[in-house]
């Protein structure tokens, strides 16, 4: 079983910053797949960005130049850095774990971007 807790989300203006972070815990030594995905009211959850357990790293093009992830494979974490926030960001974000083929998910941290 893998567990995924999210924090870091909040209310921002256009242009902030803010930075999730997600820990992974559970019976598994590394996570393959990492990544966030996001959900806004009436729309489908997309991919934000994701990482691939050792360096390779995926952007959605809305938030390519913007925003990074990072993993600590040691303490099992990821975060999320997001910078040059637009109101069109503001959805729930959901950090996602793959392992052996399955899918984990968090419970979702909500984030508001005010213009």
């Known amino acids: 079983q893998v567990q995924l807790v999210e924090s870091g989300g909040g209310l921002v203006q256009a242009g902030g910053s803010l930075r999730l972070s997600c820990a992974a815990s559970?019976?598994?030594?590394?996570?393959?797949?990492m990544g966030w995905y996001r959900q806004a009211p009436g729309k489908r959850r997309e991919l934000v960005a994701d990482?691939?357990?050792?360096?390779?790293?995926n952007y959605a093009d809305s938030v390519k130049g913007r925003f990074t992830i990072s993993r600590d494979n040691l303490k099992n974490t990821m975060f999320l850095q997001m910078n040059s926030l637009k109101p069109e960001d503001t959805a729930v974000y959901y950090c996602?774990?793959?392992?052996?083929?399955?899918?984990?998910w968090g419970q979702g941290t909500q984030v508001t971007v005010s213009a």
């Open positions: 996602h774990g793959s392992f052996r083929s399955r899918d984990y």
């Open positions: 559970g019976t598994f030594v590394r996570l393959d797949v």
């Open positions: 990482a691939i357990s050792g360096s390779s790293t």
